[in-house]
């Protein structure tokens, strides 16, 4: 809730905010905020924009010769152009008069390792390594020594002889390959029977999979019937449907494009099954995990299915079913779980990457996001140093693409309409096409908002009419879908993702609800800073981590969204120190206070800058002082996406002062950044202005959540749709004005 009860302005700003200053003119960029050359740099932008080499993986910084095995040569976003030769100058500038940013390099996108990847040339024989000379011989041979052990205590070790041999290179390019080209599979299956010999090395290699207490729990259940297949297809099609009528409108409409069975198509199904009491009553490991057993079945799987790749044949894993009543169905003994329904058969081809990425539904992440040093959090590949999460991601952050930009303002000359006929929703396409480097751009759909939710100490300065609890209680309601949030998300078919990164209550586990909590609501900060730095930078890495997540899950647009009861004052504090506004100016009245309370307001934000003497030159410590959980998450959102070549769909006031703080920290940032609407609440105007952005919709809106995000995602993606559908003069035989 970031609002105010003051009245609407009274000037028609609307209509003005609405029409483009000078949409038709090619030399235009899209929204382009006003970027200071003297914009503030904290020392998190040390390894900002610009530095890498165009070749590196921002998410792979300086990757180690070793580590080229893994440097990932491809994008996560399929759409985003690989190898792409540098931008020219931008042929366009901002509507303040200044040249749009270049992108200086060129290849940007987090990449991922590629399937087809060779591995790093290799001897064919592995030397005995260097390190063996410090390995005593009591060392368990083969086991991957380290290398710089830094470790004092640490006695030298003195070798006995060279490690066991590892595979040889071709061998092990043929296990690493089987491992690459492995397909989940579900098109283009062939009724081709598969003679027994190779279902036997197949169901050989799974039978050989480790399991825990090498208690072997797993059973193959060979299905070849047709009237089996037709039950078990019909149970699958249940499910399916279940889900599908479970799924936000913008994901539902790509589900139905796409296969997930193929349960009819192949001649062979395999059940694999677990058996939980298999091994006796002491098996060794399962003491503490009896899930150990269905854990041994899906190594069981994997085994099966890399050995049925290396014979051509394909496996698809259906998961649609209700296990009970598969069970039931199968005539399965009651004490057996299945961990697998599989479709076997030769196929046409295999695919080079999973169906889930060519059908846009989901993108791979990037090993350099998933392996960390020693502790949670310290993401480094091996040979790498140690990166913090907000530097990786700024070394992602890049300016609009000028050859796309370009494209886009020719696309649009050429379109049937009059030049400049829809107004801001050119300029949206434009930079929509800057963004991803692709005109037309994707369409921005599916799409999720991400309503953070934290607690303010600043609460007992009495700055609001509601008390704390109703944060939680929110929580609790965005879950059960009954938020305004949800209404609007269900209207344009968007996700809702609630991300508690601060509530003072403890909330209890729920489908939905990601627990990121990095501490039960900040401080008042009338007393002290609202948190501690490194809780700052903490909130921001859980709202690039959301980016990610929510980006890699296939959606092609965020939208910001928080809750926090007594935010305002917290926005209207970072939107002083970031515009250098008196705080009479930039605080309303929130969710609707009156005058006095209002004056208390006014007074404790204040009170707060005049204790803090905030530095906008040190965000994440302006942040800390007096900012809020879900605003650094916010910051961290914004900061992901735009890493990401995503954009963003700015809320309200705290979106807003989320934006000023990211602008601070890379204003490249708001190259992805789009202003969703504006908000009843002064400050909002003020950081609006400070960034430059334009809003899509002025309805007086004053709640937060995402509400104005989400009602102006349409419009986005209208704008980005014109772009496709819209015929061009020439291929319409339209004649062009005289
Ligand atoms: C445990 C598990 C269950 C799966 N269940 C289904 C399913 O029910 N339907 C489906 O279409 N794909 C299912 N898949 C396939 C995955 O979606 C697929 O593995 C993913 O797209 C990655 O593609 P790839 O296996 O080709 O790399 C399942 C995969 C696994 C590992």
Not at 246 to 253: E, F, V
């Amino acid at each position: 809730m970031s609002a105010q009860g003051v009245p609407p302005l009274q000037n028609p700003v609307a209509a003005e905010i609405v029409v483009p200053a000078q949409t038709s003119a090619p030399a235009e960029t899209p929204a382009q905020p006003e970027v200071p050359a003297t914009a503030a740099v904290p020392t998190v932008t040390e390894e900002a924009p610009g530095a890498p080499d165009p070749a590196v993986d921002p998410a792979t910084p300086a990757a180690p010769a070793e580590a080229s095995a893994e440097a990932p040569t491809e994008a996560p976003a399929p759409e985003a152009p690989a190898g792409q030769a540098p931008a020219p100058e931008a042929p366009a500038a901002d509507p303040n008069g200044e040249p749009a940013p270049v992108p200086a390099q060129p290849t940007e996108q987090p990449a991922e390792p590629v399937a087809a990847q060779a591995p790093a040339p290799a001897p064919e024989e592995a030397p005995a390594p260097v390190h063996l000379a410090l390995v005593r011989d009591d060392e368990p041979q083969g086991e991957e020594p380290q290398a710089d052990s830094a470790d004092p205590a640490e006695e030298p070790r003195i070798p006995l002889g060279p490690p066991a041999d590892g595979f040889a290179a071709a061998e092990r390019e043929a296990v690493h390959r089987v491992m690459r080209e492995r397909r989940d599979i579900r098109n283009g299956f062939r009724p081709d029977p598969i003679p027994h010999d190779v279902l036997l090395r197949v169901l050989e290699a799974a039978h050989t999979a480790p399991s825990v207490g090498h208690s072997q729990p797993w059973d193959f259940v060979v299905i070849r019937s047709a009237e089996t297949r037709r039950t078990m297809h019909d149970l699958a099609t249940r499910q399916r449907d279940a889900y599908a009528a479970s799924l936000p409108k913008g994901r539902a409409k790509q589900f139905k494009e796409m296969k997930i069975e193929a349960i009819l198509d192949t001649p062979v199904n395999i059940v694999v099954t677990a058996d939980p009491t298999r091994g006796g009553r002491h098996t060794l490991g399962r003491h503490t995990q009896p899930q150990m057993a269905p854990y041994s079945s899906a190594l069981a799987v994997e085994n099966l299915w890399l050995a049925a790749r290396a014979e051509g044949l394909g496996v698809g894993w259906v998961s649609f079913f209700d296990e009970r009543e598969m069970v039931r169905e199968l005539g399965l003994p009651e004490h057996l779980e299945v961990v697998a329904y599989l479709c076997v058969g030769y196929v046409d081809e295999f695919p080079g990457e999973p169906e889930l990425m060519q059908a846009g539904w989901s993108k791979r992440r990037p090993l350099s996001w998933v392996v960390h040093e020693e502790t949670y959090g310290r993401r480094a590949l091996p040979g790498e140093d140690p990166h913090d999460l907000l530097a990786e991601t700024l070394r992602g952050i890049r300016p609009l693409d000028a050859k796309a930009l370009g494209e886009a303002w020719e696309r649009q000359k050429r379109m049937t309409k009059p030049s400049g006929a829809l107004g801001m929703l050119e300029i949206i396409s434009a930079q929509l096409c800057g963004l991803s480097r692709k005109c037309p751009p994707p369409i921005p759909e599916p799409a999720a908002v991400a309503v953070f939710a934290g607690d303010h100490g600043v609460h007992a300065q009495g700055v609001t009419a509601w008390p704390q609890e109703v944060t939680s209680q929110m929580v609790t309601n965005f879950l059960g879908g009954g938020a305004v949030c949800n209404a609007f998300a269900n209207q344009v078919g968007a996700e809702v993702c609630v991300v508690d990164v601060g509530v003072a209550g403890d909330l209890p586990a729920r489908p939905g609800l990601l627990p990121r909590k990095i501490r039960p609501g900040t401080d008042d900060f009338t007393a002290g800073p609202a948190m501690t730095r490194e809780e700052a930078l903490r909130a921001v890495e859980v709202g690039i981590e959301t980016a990610r997540d929510l980006v890699t899950a296939g959606n092609k647009a965020l939208l910001t969204g928080e809750m926090g009861i007594a935010n305002t004052t917290v926005s209207a504090a970072l939107i002083s120190v970031f515009t250098g506004s008196d705080p009479g100016e930039v605080t309303g009245r929130g969710t609707g206070i009156n005058d006095e309370m209002h004056a208390r307001k006014i007074d404790v934000v204040r009170r707060a800058l005049e204790l803090h003497r905030p530095d906008p030159a040190d965000p994440i410590g302006v942040l800390a002082a007096v900012g809020g959980l879900e605003h650094a998450a916010l910051v961290g959102l914004i900061l992901g996406a735009a890493s990401l070549r995503t954009p963003v769909i700015l809320d309200g006031v705290s979106a807003g002062a989320a934006a000023l703080v990211a602008r601070a920290i890379a204003p490249e940032a708001l190259a992805a950044c789009i202003a969703g609407h504006r908000s009843a609440e002064p400050g909002h105007v003020a950081a609006l202005t400070k960034l430059g952005l334009r809003p899509l919709v002025d309805l007086d809106l004053r709640l937060g959540e995402g509400t104005g995000a989400l009602l102006a995602l349409p419009v986005v993606q209208s704008a980005a749709r014109a772009m496709h559908e819209v015929a061009t003069f020439d291929s319409a035989g339209v004649a062009e004005k005289g």
